[in-house]
């Protein structure tokens, strides 16, 4: 499997803003992912929050569209999540996940199966 984790948790407060990043190592420079941000408050189920659709265009979660912006570094496998105008409700473990492996080239060649981060813990208090 893929390795994937999370950076830049913490605590903000209402109105403020935090940037997660995501980093996918564990495989050759020629697979690539689809990765996206998930979250789970405490007591919900796990929600999308924002990645690339099949499509290739960036969705979004109605609840953080205008606020989160996703982003993506290809070369580097890495992703971000910029999250502005924080609220309470946007209180949860973020977690990244990485999914549908492939050869950039689509030539075939193995790559490790996808996988989620061990999350980061996004905390946002008035």
């Known amino acids: 499997q893929a390795h994937v984790e999370e950076f830049g948790g913490g605590s903000a407060q209402v109105g403020g803003s935090l940037k997660l990043s995501c980093l996918a190592s564990g495989f050759t420079a020629y697979c690539k992912y689809d990765m996206s941000w998930y979250r789970q408050a405490p007591g919900k189920e796990r929600e999308f929050v924002a990645g690339?659709?099949?499509?290739?265009?960036?969705m979004y979660a109605e609840s953080v569209k205008g606020r989160f912006t996703f982003s993506e570094d290809q070369f580097y496998a890495q992703v971000y999540l910029e999250m502005n105008r924080l609220r309470a409700d946007d209180t949860a473990m973020y977690y990244c996940q990485a999914d549908r492996p492939r050869d950039k080239l689509d030539l075939g060649r193995w790559c490790p199966s996808g996988n989620w981060g061990q999350g980061t813990q996004v905390t946002v208090s008035s």
């Open positions: 690339f659709g099949s499509d290739g265009t960036t």
